[in-house]
């Protein structure tokens, strides 16, 4: 039976899989040894991409809602239909009158991330949103307000590091963010066994944990404070590499100045961590040999995300640990992709900003939390019309009931999406992808987060049925009949517009063999060059190992004078929130209960639990609330509960648990299917209430407005007597 090496696109860990194939079926699907980078590691969601594609409640064909409910319709009318409506509208209403919306799917893969760009450019609205403002805009801020680029993104080089401090990440349920770690277990596990030290500074006591030397609590929202503490000890007690500092940074005595308000007795109580555990823990850091410190959705996702995400990298650079083995580095990805969206994107920061309360643009997109008010608002750039591609706002954006209701009042809108779900039930028309197996895949993004530099490209598993199209065929027709696709490439743009009017379309490979052979390792067209291609990558099926990090601070730090800002305008501006926060109630101990999410290996935000084999077992959508608080509410275990906050209420059901913290409490984000429970029938059935009836729209991080998804407070009131 013919194996096909392939890479699973499920989450940013990148693992090798080999998937048999017989008769057009799929018959295995395991983790592939020959892999260079994930080297066989595999968790439960790859094996699931068999179910994924046999779901029989994945789209085939494209759908339109009509009084007597869904109605299967050819691509032709389909397409047809929704470019005629959207181009009404925006003739009509102004281009704003249309909202777009792309989810975290638009970065697993080429096709999708080629075509984005073209599209956004097609459709011409400055109503754009994407995932990115409920997960990882506070670390592309800082990182552009640091290093002059925001997709000069710093990574833990852990293969190499003495002492990984890890903040409010989760890589083994993860498999890493922000980080492309592929496997995961033994990466980490390795720094321990080579005499090396991992910590762990978390609300909850995380899988992660159980691979970690030291876990500390900390209170949510608390990662500024800890930061500024950390950088205080740094300074007081000369453990800074003031030396290198000097000439290739600038800002260090701003820093300086900025930390020594915040000794660690000062913020130790608000923290959660008391100063003698603060202090040790970076004299810790500060000397070991080579170190590193990451955050990630719990750094991100509160009110002081983009400050936090700063304190991190500056933890870095001062005690000597960036751009060297074993610190953060840069990786060195085939396709420059950071060269190419300077050209495209930019680092643009607030060029416009939300009609209604003023939030700032961020590299082209508004914050999500924005979409509802923008549809119910009425005046000149009222959305009207929404293109939803790839994602599920109504169970990733704060405050999704309000977003539902919003959505219901479109005049028109599209999804782009395998399934109707919460978010596409809404959508006059649904136009569904081929699966992921039935097109080729090549990690664009990815492959520039990865811990060690590596390259592949995956052809086709499986032949799509006739007619289908991918995900870069849906939004190169449809933009081509709202304008014409505009990828920013000249000669590529040229042979769009005339393959389409010869009713043909160009292929997301060939746009692909482009980049790879003009890329830095490129063949660059010359006969004879050993450089890349997409034919060399096709040769190695398993990937192409590039080697370990190296230092490129030259090519990546892209500020005006070379030097790295270690006091962003901007952000040091922003430290006078954290005076307030340590100063308020919101830090003291005995205030509200604080409400942080959290995910299970099993699940992949909100859009894998139709998989029967990863929503088995046991219900895993509970409210974790410490013993303590447990006894002092008087919860018993099992026992109904509804949940309650600023926005809206859920009911959930008790499990007391000492992983997390007094005073915190915690429940899984994606879940709360009813809505789509007969379109998504196994979803649909699983139990779990939707967390973003609870995180609140009007709590962002003040400076690129993030959704401030953990740390919301919240009441809870019992419903009953614990369950038998």
Request: net charge neutral; hydrophobic share 40%.
């Amino acid at each position: 039976m013919p194996v096909h090496a392939r890479t699973c696109h499920l989450c940013e860990a990148m693992c090798g899989l080999l998937v048999t194939v017989e008769n057009g079926r799929i018959e295995e699907i395991r983790g592939d040894d020959a892999d260079v980078f994930s080297r066989g590691h595999v968790c439960p969601k790859g094996p699931a991409l068999r179910e994924l594609h046999e779901d029989p409640d994945r789209l085939r064909h494209p759908m339109r809602r009509t009084a007597g409910g869904w109605q299967e319709v050819s691509w032709d009318a389909a397409l047809s239909e929704a470019g005629e409506r959207l181009f009404a509208l925006q003739r009509e209403h102004g281009r704003d009158s249309v909202g777009l919306y792309f989810g975290n799917p638009a970065v697993h893969g080429h096709g999708i991330a080629l075509a984005a760009q073209g599209f956004m450019r097609a459709l011409h609205t400055r109503n754009r949103f994407d995932a990115n403002s409920q997960d990882a805009n506070p670390k592309l801020f800082a990182c552009m307000a640091m290093y002059g680029d925001q997709l000069s993104l710093t990574v833990p080089d852990v293969d190499r590091t003495d002492f990984l401090l890890i903040l409010g990440a989760n890589p083994a349920a993860s498999n890493g963010s922000l980080m492309s770690l592929g496997d995961v277990r033994g990466r980490l596990t390795a720094v321990r066994e080579r005499g090396g030290r991992v910590v762990l500074i978390d609300p909850r006591r995380t899988e992660t944990a159980a691979w970690c030397d030291e876990h500390h609590f900390i209170r949510p929202g608390g990662d500024a404070a800890l930061l500024l503490a950390m950088h205080h000890v740094l300074f007081d007690e000369r453990l800074a590499c003031e030396g290198p500092l000097v000439d290739g940074t600038r800002g260090l005595a701003d820093l300086q100045a900025i930390a020594a308000a915040f000794p660690p007795e000062r913020v130790a109580g608000a923290v959660g961590i008391d100063a003698a555990t603060i202090r040790a823990l970076t004299r810790a850091f500060a000397r070991a040999p080579r170190a590193v410190a990451y955050g990630r959705c719990g750094t991100c996702q509160n009110e002081f995300g983009a400050t936090a995400s700063w304190l991190i990298e500056a933890l870095n650079v001062v005690t000597g640990n960036f751009d060297r083995a074993g610190g953060a580095m840069f990786p060195s990805p085939a396709v420059d992709l950071a060269r190419i969206a300077r050209k495209l994107v930019g680092n643009s920061f607030a060029r416009w900003r939300s009609r209604v309360r003023g939030l700032p643009e961020f590299s082209g997109a508004l914050p999500a939390a924005a979409i509802a008010e923008e549809i119910e608002t009425p005046g000149d750039g009222q959305i009207r019309g929404f293109v939803c591609v790839a994602g599920n706002p109504v169970l990733s954006v704060p405050n999704g009931p309000r977003l539902d209701r919003a959505l219901g009042r479109l005049e028109f809108m599209v999804a782009i999406d395998p399934y109707i779900n919460e978010t596409a039930r809404h959508a006059h028309l649904v136009l569904p992808p081929t699966s992921a197996l039935e097109r080729s895949h090549f990690d664009l993004v990815l492959h520039g987060l990865q811990v060690r530099n590596t390259v592949r490209y995956s052809p086709p598993v499986l032949e799509p049925p006739d007619g289908a199209l991918s995900d870069w065929d849906i939004l190169y027709e449809l933009g081509m009949r709202l304008g014409g696709m505009r990828l920013g490439l000249p000669v590529v743009d040229r042979a769009a517009r005339l393959l389409w009017r010869a009713g043909l379309r160009p292929s997301a490979d060939r746009v692909l063999d482009l980049l790879l052979r003009m890329g830095p390792l490129g063949d660059h067209f010359r006969p004879g060059h050993a450089g890349l291609s997409l034919a060399r990558l096709r040769e190695a099926p398993h990937g192409i190992d590039l080697g370990a990090l190296a230092p490129s601070r030259a090519a990546r730090v892209r500020t005006d004078d070379g030097k790295v800002d270690l006091a962003p305008d901007v952000l040091r501006g922003d430290v006078a929130r954290v005076e307030r926060w340590l100063g308020s109630r919101a830090a003291i101990l005995d205030g509200p209960l604080l409400l942080i999410g959290r995910r299970h290996l099993r699940s992949n935000n909100s859009w894998m639990h139709n998989c029967h084999s990863l929503v088995k077992g046991p219900d895993r959508a509970g409210l974790r609330v410490h013993p303590d608080d447990a006894r002092r509410l008087h919860l018993s275990d099992g026992q109904r509960v509804r949940v309650r906050s600023r926005t809206g209420a859920v009911e959930a059901q008790v499990e007391p648990s000492d992983e997390v913290m007094p005073g915190v409490v915690s429940l899984p984000h994606g879940y709360g299917h009813e809505l789509a429970a007969a379109t998504l029938r196994i979803a649909g059935a699983v139990p779990g209430p939707n967390v973003n009836a609870l995180t609140d729209d009007a709590r962002l991080d003040a400076v690129t407005g993030t959704a401030a998804l953990n740390g919301v407070p919240v009441t809870i009131e019992p419903l009953g007597s614990p369950t038998a």
